[in-house]
């Protein structure tokens, strides 16, 4: 890679135009709007180029490859046009595999990717090993595997964006969670996300390590694919299985190589619930597959308490409970929020529509909750589809301030108003941790 072309100027992109350019490429980062300010001046002291506004083809004169931001689409013209040049398209994930020594341990799923990712980081840190933490949980990878040498780990969240451009990525393990309908607006099929999730080990070898959710409905096609190429192990938090990841009786346990290694109890654990545990059990198998040392997997086990912005409780006030679930980017991550909770629970729901069915998740939301409350650019079509399910305890708020407040208007002594979206954050914030941290400030302001 000599003449680069990289779109998107955010962490990714930013992140491989500081390492392509320490490697001596000639870099050009395009991004539609300028929003760096003055941070722009360091990476333009390295030889690094900027051009913002409209994108076209000529972007690609002289251009040998092209590396996307995760939020470029495969429609993006500028990437039709270099597939149509044959200029090699890749994703910043695919450039940092190029780049580490060291191996990498791959998570990703449609849920619990930044739990489990996180406690596998923490694990490998605990043993001692060099270790980045990278990939979709907020770090460049191509920039943070730099930092690592070859007897380190890389622990790797990785969405279905990352993995749309890889080439030649190869995890030494991965783990696809579970699958559930998601980024319909990017992917359009589930037929698609899927494919895009399967990515993830499409390179592996019999040297490999692959877990698969048992119970996840698209498992039975994924390991029929992976088979012929990789080693396949299971996870299963309801019954023991022959090689992978479960709990026998009440003991997370791992079973690999022709041993089983008992870990800890779910009542040692602080994290509750089957999804929570299906993370700590992916996790573990991971760590232990890299060779982190038993003893490290259970210590950070049983310390962790768990993620700010997932199920997170913010305060209690006049007797009602609020919690900031804004991590609940999608429907079956605010299910998981709601079923967290026996107490009458006041829902705060919406953001950026993904488009997602949402036909079930509002019947759900009507058995289980008491009053919904609907921001954001999803808002009317979640109205719409609540009042046709039958919700009748519903309402639309114009901010973050004035959900909050509606919501603790109809919440009485007992209750929960819960912040899970259900939502992306991209209509109204930057993240969904400043939608979070937005919501906190809020509620901690209450009188």
Not at 231 to 260: F, S
């Amino acid at each position: 890679m000599k003449n680069v072309l990289i779109l998107g100027a955010g962490i990714s992109g930013l992140g491989a135009a500081r390492v392509l350019s320490t490697h001596g490429a000639n870099v050009v980062v395009s991004d539609l709007a300028d929003q760096l300010g003055h941070k722009k001046e360091e990476f333009i002291n390295a030889g690094v180029q900027f051009c913002f506004g409209p994108q076209g083809d000529v972007l690609l004169d002289g251009m040998d490859t092209v590396v996307v931001s995760p939020a470029i689409p495969a429609e993006n013209p500028v990437v039709r046009g270099a597939v149509k040049r044959g200029i090699p398209v890749i994703s910043e994930v695919e450039l940092g595999y190029r780049i580490t020594k060291a191996p990498i341990l791959g998570v990703t799923g449609t849920n619990g990717k930044t739990t489990t990712t996180t406690l596998l980081g923490k694990m490998i840190k605990k043993a001692g090993i060099p270790c980045v933490v990278a990939g979709n949980i907020g770090a460049s990878l191509s920039l943070e595997v730099s930092k690592v040498p070859a007897n380190g780990l890389i622990a790797a969240e990785l969405s279905s964006f990352q993995l749309e451009f890889i080439d030649t990525f190869k995890p030494k393990a991965a783990v696809i969670l579970n699958i559930t309908p998601d980024h319909m607006e990017r992917h359009h099929t589930m037929e698609a996300y899927v494919d895009a999730k399967a990515r993830i080990f499409e390179n592996m070898d019999q040297d490999g390590a692959l877990l698969l959710n048992e119970n996840d409905p698209y498992t039975p096609d994924l390991a029929s694919r992976a088979r012929s190429h990789t080693h396949v192990y299971m996870l299963n938090t309801d019954r023991e299985v022959e090689e992978g990841a479960c709990i026998i009786g009440d003991m997370l346990t791992i079973k690999a190589g022709g041993k089983t290694i008992p870990l800890v109890t779910t009542g040692e654990l602080q994290l509750k619930g089957k999804q929570n545990y299906e993370d700590c059990l992916a996790a573990a198998f991971l760590a232990y597959i890299g060779g982190v040392p038993v003893e490290a997997i259970r210590d950070v086990l049983k310390e962790f308490t768990g993620l700010e912005h997932r199920i997170e409780f913010v305060r209690k006030l006049h007797g009602v409970s609020y919690v900031n679930d804004s991590k609940a980017t999608n429907v079956d991550a605010a299910l998981k929020g709601i079923n967290a909770f026996t107490a009458p629970i006041i829902l705060i729901a919406g953001g950026h529509d993904k488009e997602t069915p949402i036909e079930g998740f509002m019947k759900y939301v009507k058995e289980h909750t008491r009053h919904l409350v609907l921001l954001g650019e999803a808002a009317n079509r979640f109205y719409d589809t609540a009042v046709k399910v039958g919700i009748t305890s519903l309402e639309k708020a114009d901010s973050m301030e004035d959900a909050v407040k509606r919501a603790q208007k109809a919440a009485h002594e007992g209750d929960v108003v819960l912040l899970s979206p259900a939502c992306s954050s991209f209509d109204m914030f930057s993240s969904y941790e400043e939608r979070g941290e937005v919501f906190k400030n809020i509620v901690n302001h209450l009188k």
